[in-house]
């Protein structure tokens, strides 16, 4: 594959502006300039399609018939105005509809083409007998956000720091290299943005609309749900969808079985998930009924602090990201050793004393054995297929 050929299926990679050749477009131009109107129209369309469906399967048909320089400025184009909206959200779900879309590519791709693109990400991939291998740093990099069983470290063949991988899976981590990329939004002077929010208002009204956010609720009839008692793992993971970022699939589902277990009624879950980047209502709410209708509505027991603490999720030392003097500080409640397990730490906030020495809640059936969870085999409430 040539190179232009490249950049022109590629448009994140660095170098893909020579697709312009001599041409110099600067960001004013394409907000403004006549001349740049179809590539602001197919921006525009697919920063929609992404809004509307963040797994990159809704067609941009101007995208297919655009030559490949219009079709990078329409890349440039969506990229620079989210990068501007308000709420980060809708950035990070354009980012997994791009790389879902370079995914459709990656995975007919021959190898000499995937080895290509991840060194122009900055990953090495090897060459090996119709294979390739990726270092064990790199591999962990990008494949602990996939919530896939089959990409967990413990089924890999791991040989001398090099995982050895299929063509597909290279593809799948590649497409995970694209999403980092695309979610961070682009360094722009404060002009830039005051331009772009006013050229490009009815867009950003539109975009909001459309993305799905967390609706606030109060809980099962007759027994209130009270947020200022959670522990502060809980509140990150609030955090992290609210502000559109992925979380693990660990914490999707201790998440919704917490909050199953301290009252709150199924749209209060479903809705706890709709700003997450690749959210998707129908899987969404079929992953929250698994989880909280097991036995006749017990639902699946909450992950112990060991257990979250293992998964990368406890928060008790503080968040220095917060916005909220509450979570940046570290939370001596939980370095008491009687406290075990999150619900414990709700009902001693809710002023239920619990004794030193106490297990942890008797909170029905575990994880380990149920089809899909944390370990693999239960699985927490994914927004669509990442």
Not at 48 to 63: F, H, K, M, N, Q
Not at 146 to 164: C, N, S
Not at 336 to 360: F, M, N, S
Request: net charge neutral; aromatic share 6%; with cysteine.
């Amino acid at each position: 594959m040539d190179e232009r050929s490249l950049f022109a299926e590629y448009p994140f990679l660095p170098g893909a502006e020579a697709l312009l050749g001599e041409e110099s477009v600067s960001v004013r131009h394409l907000l403004e300039d006549p001349v740049y109107e179809r590539a602001r129209v197919i921006g525009r369309a697919r920063v929609l399609a992404s809004v509307d469906d963040p797994r990159g399967v809704r067609d941009v048909a101007e995208l297919s018939q655009a030559h490949a320089d219009v079709r990078f400025l329409s890349f440039l184009f969506a990229r620079l105005v989210l990068s501007v909206a308000p709420s980060p959200a809708s950035l990070r779900r354009w980012a997994v509809a791009e790389a879902k879309r370079s995914h459709a590519r990656l995975a007919a791709a021959p190898v000499d083409e995937l080895v290509e693109v991840a060194r122009r990400l900055g990953y090495v991939l090897e060459p090996r007998a119709g294979s390739v291998t990726m270092s064990l740093s790199d591999y962990l990099k990008l494949a602990v956000p996939i919530r896939e069983g089959e990409f967990r470290l413990a089924r890999q063949e791991l040989r001398r720091g090099e995982v050895a991988l299929d063509p597909v899976r290279a593809a799948r981590l590649l497409q995970e290299a694209v999403r980092i990329r695309l979610s961070a939004p682009v360094p722009v002077h404060a002009d830039v943005v005051r331009l772009a929010r006013e050229r490009e208002a009815d867009l950003l009204a539109e975009v909001a609309r459309r993305t799905p956010l967390p609706v606030a609720r109060t809980g099962v009839p007759g027994q209130a749900l009270h947020p200022e008692w959670f522990p502060p793992c809980i509140r990150k993971m609030q955090r992290s969808l609210q502000a559109g970022e992925n979380l693990s699939h660990a914490g999707r589902f201790a998440l919704a079985a917490f909050l199953h277990r301290v009252g709150a009624d199924f749209e209060t879950i479903v809705d706890a998930y709709r700003g997450a980047p690749d959210f998707d209502e129908s899987i969404t709410r079929y992953q929250v009924e698994h989880i909280t209708l097991r036995d006749q509505g017990m639902g699946y027991a909450v992950p112990e602090c060991d257990t979250l603490r293992s998964h990368g999720l406890c928060a008790r030392e503080g968040d220095p990201t917060a916005t909220h003097e509450i979570d940046r500080a570290s939370d001596p409640r939980c370095f008491d050793p009687k406290l075990r397990h999150p619900l414990q730490y709700y009902r001693w906030r809710g002023g239920q004393e619990v004794a030193r020495g106490d297990e942890p809640p008797s909170e029905g059936p575990t994880t380990a054995g149920a089809p899909g969870g944390p370990e693999g085999r239960a699985r927490g409430p994914s927004t669509g297929s990442r």
